[in-house]
T-cell receptor
């Protein structure tokens, strides 16, 4: 089983809203990732968690706040977003530091 | 440099072979990957090759790696309409100090399969 699940599938929010994206994997992977993808572009890395600790923050604005409550779950809390933050947000996981990354189906976010 | 380049578009007829190319610049890459993305979907891992290999075959997919020229290709035999998608190559340069690994993605190639 190489499944990564993400909820919700679609999300529309206003600039003053607070919302969260959720990602889950039950493969026993110890590294989890958040990516942002604009249309027709490659994914851009946002955050990396390894063994439930934040290991990489690619200079992401503080209106995006990641959280890893346990080894199977990864959240992305959103607050005061801008319309340019509208994108597909992808979660991925890998067994460990050098292993293959498996992606979820993504959350399509629209900020009005 | 960190650029990974792909041609933007490829159009083939159903039943023909497709060849998608990728060039990268970092010779320290450890693994190279091919991902497929259909409209509105996430990235599906197709195949990968370790940097000390020069070829890998997996059913209709053949990956060729030329380390000297830093060139990677994906050949899809007997291309079907269901193969229409964007294909991304990606390179991994090994583990990050704090854990996890960083992929550098190519620009993506839109494959269109015509009847």
């Amino acid at each position: 089983d190489t499944e990564v699940t993400q909820t919700p599938k679609h999300l529309v929010m206003g600039m003053t809203n607070k919302k969260s994206l959720k990602c889950e994997q039950h493969m026993g992977h110890r590294a989890m990732y958040w990516y942002k993808q604009k249309a027709k572009k490659p994914p851009e890395l946002m955050f990396v968690y390894s063994y439930e600790k934040l290991s990489i923050n690619e200079s992401v604005p503080s209106r995006f706040s990641p959280e890893c409550p346990n080894s199977s779950l990864l959240n992305l809390h959103l607050h005061a977003l801008q319309p340019e933050d509208s994108a597909l947000y992808l979660c991925a996981s890998s067994q460990d530091a050098t292993d293959t990354q498996y992606f979820g189906p993504g959350t399509r976010l629209t900020v009005l | 440099g960190e650029d990974v380049e792909q041609s933007l578009f490829l159009s083939v007829r159903e039943g023909d072979s497709s060849v998608i190319n990728c060039t990268y610049t970092d010779s320290s890459s450890t693994y190279l990957y091919w991902y497929k993305q259909e409209p509105g979907a996430g990235l599906q891992l197709l195949t990968y090759i370790f940097s000390n290999m020069d070829m890998k075959q997996d059913q209709r997919l053949t990956v060729l790696l030329n380390k000297k020229d830093k060139h990677l290709s994906l050949r899809i035999a007997d291309t079907q309409t269901g193969d229409s998608a964007i294909y991304f190559c990606a390179e991994s340069r090994g583990g990050l100090t704090g854990g996890g690994n960083k992929l550098t993605f190519g620009t993506g190639t839109q494959l269109k399969v015509e009847l």
